[in-house]
């Protein structure tokens, strides 16, 4: 479990301004950009136990993000 947020800044620290190029021109990349934001704060309130809860639900927030993160990735090549 880890309590480092997974910012995607943080991620992709290469890919910075194509981040923001596609977060400010395209519509479908800041709904995903978005997104993965609201699922991942949810994750880390949820591994610091800001927020209790079960570990299912933790599990199916971290495929999530994974998801998200994996679509953004293919997004930015």
Do not use: C, W
């Given at each position: 479990?880890?309590?480092?947020?997974?910012?995607?800044?943080?991620?992709?620290?290469?890919?910075?301004?194509?981040?923001?190029?596609?977060?400010?021109?395209?519509?479908?990349?800041?709904?995903?950009?978005?997104?993965?934001?609201?699922?991942?704060?949810a994750?880390?309130?949820?591994?610091?136990?800001?927020?209790?809860?079960?570990?299912?639900?933790?599990?199916?927030?971290?495929?999530q993000?994974?998801?998200?993160?994996?679509?953004l990735?293919?997004?930015?090549?």
């Amino acid at each position: 479990m880890s309590n480092t947020p997974h910012e995607l800044a943080e991620e992709f620290p290469e890919k910075a301004e194509r981040i923001h190029l596609l977060k400010t021109g395209d519509p479908h990349f800041r709904k995903l950009f978005d997104q993965y934001h609201e699922v991942n704060r949810a994750v880390h309130r949820a591994e610091t136990r800001v927020e209790a809860i079960d570990d299912a639900a933790e599990q199916a927030l971290r495929r999530q993000r994974l998801m998200l993160k994996d679509e953004l990735s293919r997004m930015l090549a």
